[in-house]
Structure formats: C-alpha cells, structure tokens
C-alpha cells in the first residue's frame, strides 16, 4: 500500500492508557508511554480500516448487482 504510515497501538501497563506510535523504523525503538513514561506498554492487535467513498449510501452493503453479498 503506498503511502501507508506504520503506526502501531500500544497501551500502558501502569495506567491503562491507550496511544499510537508511528515507528518508522526496523529497529527496536523504547516505547513508552506519553502519559506517564512507564516504559511497560503491550502493542495492541490494531483495527483495520478502509478509506474509500460509497455513493450508494447503503453503508457497508455491496450495490446490487456487483456480485457480492
């Protein structure tokens, strides 16, 4: 995907804060966490998304006739 930002979720251990992290590169980068600096953060499974447009204003729904269901 071309211009995609490898940006991580990651939530603290201390405090439960939950924040994102852009790691730009291979390496182990120290996170921790911007609220409090503990340096024990979990990397959280991250939620996928889709920026796109639908003009049929049916939400999630396949227009009919495309094949899908």
């Not at 590169?25 to 939620?47: D, E, G, M, N, W």
């Not at 796109?52 to 899908?68: E, K, L």
């Amino acid at each position: 995907m071309e211009g995609a930002m490898p940006i991580f979720e990651y939530q603290c251990e201390k405090c439960g804060h939950v924040f994102e992290e852009l790691v730009m590169t291979k390496k182990k980068k120290r996170i921790a966490c911007p609220r409090c600096h503990h340096a024990k953060v979990s990397k959280l499974i991250s939620r996928t998304g889709a920026v796109g447009r639908n003009t049929a204003g049916t939400g999630c729904a396949a227009p009919s006739g495309s094949g899908f269901s």
